[in-house]
DNA sequence: CGCCAGGTATGAT
DNA sequence: ATCATACATGGC
C-alpha cells in the first residue's frame, strides 16, 4: 500500500498497538479490512484509512492526522498501565493475547446509539445494524460512505422508520436517546462533573438504556475509564478469573483492563478453566430447566 | 425446531 | 430488592 503520493501522513508510534485488535474488538462496529493490514472507518465526516508500517503508523488523508491521533487515544501511556494489570494472571494472559488494544474516543452520540443496538444481539449483526442505519440516516460523505446520523436526523424521522432498517424493539429506544438528546435533556457535556453512579443513572434516563449500555457510552464515548460495561462475556471471565472480584487497585481504569479480557474471553481459544465454566454454567441451565418443568406438572396436576 | 447474541423493561414474588 | 419473562431479528 503506498498511499504517500496521495497525501499519506506517517506517524511515529511510542507505544505498542494493533490495529486489528483495537478496532475489531467490539468497541467500534464501523471498521473493515480492506485488504491485509489496512482499515478503512468513518470517523465524524472523514473517510480514514490507516495501516501500519514498522513502527509507524500511516493515516489516509493527512488532513485528519491530528483528530485520528485523538481517536486511537495514542497520548495516553498504556505501557505504564498495562505493567499494572499484569500483577493478575488473568489478565498478564489477556494481555499477552492482545497487547494493542487502546480504548477508542469515539463520538457521543454515535457511542449512545450503537450500543443501544448491541443490546441482546451478536456483534456481526450489530455491525449490519449500524451500516443500514448509517446508509438510511447518515449524510452521504463519499463514493457509497455514510456519516454516522446526526440526532436531529433520527428525531425528523419516525419509530417506523427507524424500525425498517430491522432492528426490532431497539427502534423506539433509538427514538427516545435521539429525542433527549436534541432536546437537551441529555447533554454530554454535562456528564464529566458527575460521577460515575451519577453518570449512569443520567444516561439511564433514556429508554433501553440499563447500565451496561451507559457504561459502553461512558467508556467508549466519553473517555471514562473508571466505567466497567459487564456484558454477558465479562460476566463469564469474572466467574472464571475473579470469583472473589475484580482488584479494586485498578479501579479508576477499569474499564481498560476491561476490554482486554472481554476480547481475550471472547476470541482466544479455550483454556480449562473456561471449558470448567461452561460446564457448570450448562450444568446450571439444565438444573433450572428440570425445575421449570416440574413447576409446569405441578399446575397442571393440581 | 431451539438456542444464542457486548440487555432492558415490565410485572410478579 | 430480587427474579422471571418478553422482546425483534438472524445465524447456526
Same mark, same amino acid.
Do not use: M
Given at each position: 500500500m503506498d498511499m504517500r503520493d496521495k497525501g499519506c501522513f506517517l506517524h511515529k508510534l511510542e507505544g505498542e498497538i494493533s490495529l486489528e485488535e483495537t478496532l475489531d474488538? =467490539?468497541?467500534?462496529?464501523?471498521?473493515?479490512?480492506?485488504? &491485509?493490514g489496512v482499515w478503512q472507518g468513518i470517523v465524524g465526516k472523514s473517510i480514514i484509512t490507516l495501516f501500519k508500517e514498522g513502527d509507524k503508523l500511516g493515516i489516509y &488523508?493527512?488532513?485528519?492526522i491530528d483528530s485520528v491521533i485523538d481517536y486511537l487515544d495514542l497520548a495516553t501511556d498504556y505501557e505504564k498501565l498495562k505493567l499494572q494489570y499484569m500483577k493478575y494472571r488473568p489478565l498478564k494472559d489477556a494481555i499477552d493475547y492482545c497487547p494493542g488494544i487502546r480504548i477508542l474516543r469515539q463520538d457521543f452520540f454515535e457511542t449512545l446509539i450503537t450500543f443501544i443496538l448491541s443490546q441482546n444481539n451478536n456483534i456481526p449483526r450489530i455491525k449490519g445494524l449500524v451500516e443500514a442505519l448509517c446508509r438510511k440516516f447518515?449524510?452521504?460523505? =463519499?463514493d457509497d460512505a455514510y456519516a454516522f446520523p446526526t440526532c436531529q436526523a433520527l428525531v425528523n424521522s419516525s419509530v417506523e422508520e427507524i424500525g425498517s432498517i430491522k432492528c426490532g424493539f431497539r427502534a423506539k429506544y433509538i427514538f427516545d436517546a435521539a429525542s433527549k438528546v436534541y432536546s437537551g435533556q441529555?447533554? &454530554?457535556?454535562?456528564?464529566?462533573?458527575?460521577s460515575l453512579e451519577e453518570a449512569e443513572d443520567y444516561l439511564c434516563q433514556i429508554k433501553g438504556v440499563g447500565k451496561k449500555v451507559a457504561d459502553c457510552t461512558l467508556l467508549f464515548g466519553l473517555h471514562r475509564l473508571d466505567a466497567f460495561p459487564v456484558d454477558v462475556w465479562i460476566k463469564r471471565a469474572l466467574n472464571i478469573f475473579f470469583p472473589q472480584g475484580f &482488584?479494586?487497585?485498578?479501579?479508576?481504569?477499569?474499564g481498560i483492563a476491561q476490554q482486554y479480557l472481554f476480547h481475550y474471553i471472547r476470541t482466544a481459544p479455550q483454556t480449562e478453566p473456561m471449558r470448567k465454566e461452561e460446564k457448570r454454567l450448562r450444568d446450571l441451565e439444565k438444573e433450572e430447566k428440570k425445575k421449570r418443568k416440574q413447576q409446569k406438572e405441578l399446575i397442571e396436576n393440581k
Open positions: 474488538c =467490539g468497541q467500534s462496529f464501523r471498521w473493515k479490512e480492506i485488504e &491485509p &488523508p493527512a488532513k485528519d447518515g449524510e452521504r460523505i =463519499g441529555i447533554a &454530554p457535556e454535562a456528564i464529566h462533573s458527575l &482488584p479494586v487497585d485498578i479501579n479508576e481504569t477499569a
